[in-house]
């Protein structure tokens, strides 16, 4: 089944950068949109960044400017590169494979288990 792997979270100071990747396995790459998503404590978890697979994006207003999404279909990765972080941008930060075949009907989609992002002020 389809399985998404995230990777590169840490602690960063302020102003700093970090790239998140998120390898997708098991299925074909270029049916499913790859979704950012960011989870606070205490807060709701947020779509930060979506990109299709005709590299279309679109960004949480709060990070445009600082965060690019980026996919690289011939690696089944999309990267998140996060510069300039700010400590409200601290989360644990998802990616989601949604099947693009089920959007309208049934919203198919796969999650992975999360990438911690700490930001020091």
């Known amino acids: 089944q389809v399985e998404v792997v995230e990777s590169g979270g840490g602690l960063v100071q302020s102003g700093g950068s970090l790239r998140l990747s998120c390898v997708f396995y098991?299925?074909?790459?270029?049916?499913?949109?790859i979704e950012w998503h960011r989870q606070a404590p205490g807060k709701q978890r947020e779509l930060v960044a979506v990109?299709?697979?005709?590299?279309?994006?679109n960004y949480l207003d709060s990070v445009k400017g600082r965060f690019t999404i980026s996919r690289d279909n011939a690696k089944n990765t999309v990267y998140l590169q996060m510069n300039s972080l700010k400590p409200e941008d601290t989360a644990v930060y998802y990616c989601?494979?949604?099947?693009?075949?089920?959007?309208?009907?049934?919203?198919?989609?796969?999650w992975g288990q999360g990438t911690q992002v700490t930001v020091s002020s």
């Open positions: 989601n494979a949604v099947d693009i075949r089920t959007v309208r009907t049934v919203r198919e989609e796969y």
């Open positions: 098991g299925s074909i790459f270029s049916w499913y949109v």
């Open positions: 990109i299709t697979s005709g590299q279309n994006t």
